[in-house]
């Protein structure tokens, strides 16, 4: 099979949909397939890396996430790096921009398409519509003065749920079936109104054991170590762990948070924690190695999460492999990783006493915790990597025979269109109110939509 995947995130980027594309394509390889990833980059280039293709299409970084790039080249431009007409199978693994090139480049060579759900793009896009998140930087007190209107932020983000939400609905409904890391998520589209075949296949999660001590870097003696591992930013919601630990600080003075990676918002949290007299007991490691983290993990005691709008939660699902309880955020599909191993901690104004007040007994009951800790090894084996990779594989392999794009997906796909027009002009401006030198993206962005509206009607004879 020769496979072209087309993502939004890769790496170097550490994200989740970074993390399971690379370790799709590597695993693919592995079997016999040939792989070609279609990604951003600061210019555009193709070449072998991470023993498969790559092509990198240049893409501008906005400041609203550091993981987020936005590409506006043409179907035309993209295959003058790749001839895509022998491939096997589309594979789309987000709905911006990149997506929708490979998109057209599918229907323009008549390829099956499959996809998967991986960012709940509608919620998680809110927890950006923050005073705090909005004004973070921000150079130009007109715009400062506007998003402190509270009728005006809570209008905004009401409209960006509502844009973000139609966005995805129409593009798995343009896509033949979609694929999903979590029952919840399947629900979740169902409830949106996606009505295509989907599939439940678990994100491969490829965690391994530490081949050195790092005792030295990170003296753990005689500490309590709780960890935290994602992305510092809004919607991690790591300001609830900070919280956390400040309150149990009292009780347990020797209680150390670990939060491994990093961000935009790192600084605001760091001093958060000064605020809160808490910046003794928070370790911020920033972004470490694999061997590393897999270090950190084994000598933590509880693995946490905090966030509302997770798909599937990589670092959590890794704590089952490392034998750990979890202390979870009771929302998306966290209750999915729980099964005696750990508490579910509902979201609400008493979740600071609530998630201490179950971080405390695992601390003080030894026999609780590792008894959890086992629970959490035994969860495991729903997740083991091989038989997830071979899923994966199947799901490819039936989509290759059987996806190929119909009168129906097509019309969805111009609806997608049109709300990504409304939804990007919507972001750039105002992101152009909020830096304007960002301007000049939302000309950049016109005559990339007006390239693929054209490109979309000259396809319609192929049906």
Request: hydrophobic content about 40%; proline content about 0%; overall charge positive.
């Given at each position: 099979m020769k496979l072209a995947i087309f993502t939004d995130s890769f790496r170097p980027n550490l994200d989740g949909v970074a993390t399971v594309t690379h370790?799709?394509?590597?695993?693919?390889?592995?079997?016999?397939h040939k792989v070609t990833i279609v990604c951003p980059g600061d210019n555009s280039e193709s070449g072998i890396q991470y023993g498969f293709k790559v092509i990198r299409l240049k893409s501008y970084s906005i400041k609203l996430t550091d993981l987020m790039k936005i590409c506006f080249k043409s179907p035309g431009y993209v295959e003058k790096l790749e001839d895509f007409s022998k491939y096997d199978l589309v594979h789309l693994q987000s709905p911006a921009t990149i997506g929708a090139l490979g998109y057209l480049i599918a229907l323009k060579h008549n390829l099956p398409l499959s996809c998967t759900f991986h960012t709940n793009v509608g919620d998680f896009a809110q927890s950006f519509v923050k005073k705090e998140v909005l004004a973070h930087e921000s150079s130009n007190p007109f715009y400062n003065g506007l998003i402190k209107n509270d009728f005006l932020?809570?209008?905004f983000a009401k409209s960006i749920n509502y844009l973000a939400w139609n966005l995805i609905k129409n593009f798995h409904l343009a896509v033949p079936n979609t694929t999903v890391p979590a029952r919840f998520c399947k629900k979740l589209l169902r409830d949106k109104g996606v009505k295509n075949e989907i599939f439940v296949i678990n994100n491969p999660v490829s965690p391994t054991k530490s081949k050195k001590d790092y005792s030295k870097k990170y003296n753990l003696k005689n500490k309590m170590p709780i960890i935290h591992v994602g992305r510092i930013s809004a919607e991690k919601r790591i300001d609830v762990?900070?919280?956390v630990i400040a309150n149990l600080k009292k009780s347990i003075p020797n209680i150390l948070g670990i939060i491994c990676s990093d961000g935009l918002i790192k600084s605001d949290l760091m001093n958060m924690a000064k605020k809160l007299k808490a910046e003794n007991n928070i370790l911020f490691t920033g972004f470490v190695k694999r061997d590393e983290l897999s270090w950190l993990y084994e000598n933590s005691r509880i693995v946490t999460a905090f966030g509302l709008y997770e798909t599937f939660n990589l670092c959590a699902a890794e704590g089952l492999f490392y034998g750990k309880p979890l202390v979870l955020s009771d929302s998306g599909p966290h209750p999915e990783l729980i099964n005696g191993n750990g508490f579910l901690i509902e979201p609400n104004n008493n979740e600071v006493k609530g998630f201490s007040e179950k971080i405390s007994l695992l601390l003080n009951d030894d026999s609780l915790r590792n008894n959890m800790g086992k629970k959490s090894r035994a969860h495991w084996k729903n997740y083991e990597y091989k038989s997830l990779i071979n899923k994966h594989e199947k799901y490819f392999i039936e989509s290759m025979n059987k996806n190929l794009i119909s009168n129906k997906n097509y019309v969805n796909f111009i609806k997608y269109l049109a709300v990504l027009g409304i939804s990007m002009n919507t972001l750039l401006l105002s992101l152009s109110l909020k830096e304007k030198k960002d301007m000049g993206l939302i000309e950049e962005f016109e005559k990339f939509s007006s390239?693929?509206?054209?490109?979309?009607?000259?396809l319609k004879k192929s049906f």
């Open positions: 370790l799709l394509a590597k695993e693919m390889v592995k079997k016999g932020i809570k209008g762990f900070i919280r390239s693929m509206n054209e490109e979309v009607k000259k």
